[in-house]
């Protein structure tokens, strides 16, 4: 089913004076919809007949305040909302170029996004007064993976030209390059001091240092499920869509295309955990064998840690929004043993979400909400309505913002 509006807060998230917890976690429900988040597309059949296109929201960002998120979507728009209102604040097109992976700066007034159509030019654009600021050129493929630096202007994007960029926002020239074997997906740590790299087709991941990135990683890892050889043989293999650390750096969360996230040690390179419970959102095909590379429209932002980085959200091609416990992941040290299973973590908890597939989940780094997307938009906050023991003891663990 659909998710019904609440009327808790009348949509709008407050601030968090609490601990993350399972029951807070458990009673979060939709507060917000927004039905028109996307233009619907043409018709299905020639002549104006039929239902019209399904489109969706491919990528969304809260700024580091979290009192704002843009989304972009495939209708070739951008919009901006109030996470604090719970209001739509304005609608800015790009029909021209097309947008995706938005990303805000350190200001609340810009972002950056990756095109669409036309050209793989990175955009740098100001909400305040809709202009380009900076154009990034160098890719010859579309860009799939981009990210801003936590602490400064650089921000680096991966493409489908098999290489990694690095830019800085105040010079249109590309400052670091690395040329990869296939496509790669890229993910600062917490510090920026690190960035991590994943190779598709290799199950590598390329961990360097920011300062050094002209040399060779410091580490490798090998992203290898043992627990994929009982399923099938040969083992599908993985592909993945998106890469988070966690906010201690000491965690790599790997989402992937298929029914499975992992969980992986930063600093060994240890297969700590096996997220299952959703359905991938890669198109299943009748031919075989079924590719296992997402289709247009399948963003790889369906899956991100909670601010604390004791909970995961995901999504799924049923619409559903999982939650994740994370808290007792188990210790791995010593030599990488790729024949160890990894922990099976079952969600803690599967929402009804969307009618159509869930494609993109955020908490917001400063408030206690979330943000799902798919066809539409929806804002969740926890529902006051719950266990009054529940609640009281949670209120007792107040520590201040996350």
Known sequence: M?????????????????????????????????????????????GGQGRPTARHITGISFDDRGDTLVTASEDETFRLYNCKTGKTLKTLYSKKYGVDLPRFTHKSTTIVHASTKEDD?????????????????????????????????????GSVDKTVRLWDLRSPACRGLLNLPSIPIVAYDSTGVVFAVAVNHYSRILLYDQANFDKAPFLVITLEDPTLARVSYPPRPIYMTSMAFSSNGKYLLIGCSGDAHYVVDAFEGHLIAKLEGH??????????????????????????????????LGGSLDGKILIWDVQNLPGRSGEVDLKIPPMLIPPLTALDGHPGPSRCLRFNPRLVMMCSAGADLAFWLPDPSGDPDEIARDLLKKKGPL
């Open 2 to 46: 659909p998710p019904q509006p609440s009327t808790s807060n009348n949509g709008a998230a407050v601030p968090s004076t609490i601990l993350l917890a399972n029951s807070i976690m458990n009673r979060f429900k939709p507060a917000k919809i927004f039905k028109s988040a996307v233009d619907p597309g043409p018709p299905t059949t020639p």
């Open 121 to 157: 030019t990175i955009r740098y654009h100001s909400l305040h007064d809709n202009k380009y600021l900076q154009y990034f050129k160098g890719h010859k493929g579309k860009v799939i993976s981009l990210e801003v630096s936590p602490v400064d202007d650089g921000f680096m994007s």
């Open 279 to 312: 359905v991938g959102l890669e198109r299943r095909s009748i031919n075989s064998p079924p590719s296992i590379e997402p289709s247009r429209g399948c963003s790889g932002e369906e899956v991100s840690w909670t601010p604390d980085s004791k909970y995961v």
